[in-house]
């Protein structure tokens, strides 16, 4: 504990963990750009419509699948 009663703070490991997990988003977003650059060389041409109304909620979808970022966000937490 520090003088004001937090743990303390080590920012090593702060910087290590935060780099691992910019690298695992960074292996996961390269896996879904190729995943998506696959499927329209296999489906040259085919547009994948948009869902519209409540549907946009679901998750089972070629517009949620070939996207990018899909279900991923790129974020850092501090």
């Known amino acids: ?3 004001v ?3 303390a703070f080590d920012p090593k490991q702060a910087y ?3 780099l691992d997990a910019l690298v695992a988003q960074i292996e996961t977003r390269v896996i879904l750009a ?7 060389c296999k489906h040259s041409g085919n547009i994948i ?5 409540a ?12 996207s990018i970022p899909s279900h991923s966000n790129l974020s850092f937490h501090f």
């Open 34 to 40: 190729g995943n998506s650059e696959a499927y329209f």
């Open 5 to 7: 009663g937090f743990p």
């Open 55 to 66: 549907t946009i909620f679901q998750t089972i979808h070629p517009c949620e699948d070939y």
């Open 16 to 18: 290590e963990t935060n």
């Open 1 to 3: 504990m520090n003088t």
């Open 49 to 53: 419509p948009m869902l519209s109304g």
